[in-house]
């Protein structure tokens, strides 16, 4: 491996780190539940299993290859990387972020899709839907997961927490946090007795998804 290489890996695992500490600062996660991911050309590096993120230092890289091989660090790598190695198999994400966000994972309970409550459900691909409950670890959840993904950068897993993935970490985890308070939204709004919700229409989120093509800073 050339040194370039090296330092490649190296910042994309500096990078995981932060994420999954950000997960927790912003409570997303508790402990040492969710896990993060960055791909590297044909090297996936993984938050390792059971171990708290803010004991993650530069010395502690896991990393895997495409058909889930570990190439890189001591520690065991998360015990979610069958759904990490579907979505890259699947996508042509270079990040995915899980966790075991609260709303969302109400939310992930009580719907098979999240209602349009709001537009935001456009920056994720569409409604949100939930994928079919099966144990964590498992090549069924992350089946059950690229189901719920077909279209979308965002899925909920159903009794477990949220999956999302992007072009960089930052946009795996703004999708993350952007489906928390889509849920939350949700919640709160139905919550209020006596009142349902408004739903946006299919026709104004397509309104939405047009919109933002052309959103923020061009060129």
Known sequence: MSDQQREELQRAWDGVVATARRTAADGLVVGTSGNVSARVRDVVLVTPSGVAYDRLGPGDAVGVDLGGRQVLGELAPTSELPLHLAVYADTGATAVV?????????????VSEVPLVHYAAAMLGGPVRTA??????TPELARNMLTALRDRTGCLLQNHGTVTYGDTLDQAYDRTAQLEWLCRVWITASSVPGHRPTLLSAAQLREVQEALQGYGQQG
Do not use: E, N
């Open 132 to 137: 079919a409950y099966a144990r964590y670890g």
């Open 98 to 110: 899980h966790t075991h966000a609260v709303h969302a994972t109400a939310v992930s309970t009580l």
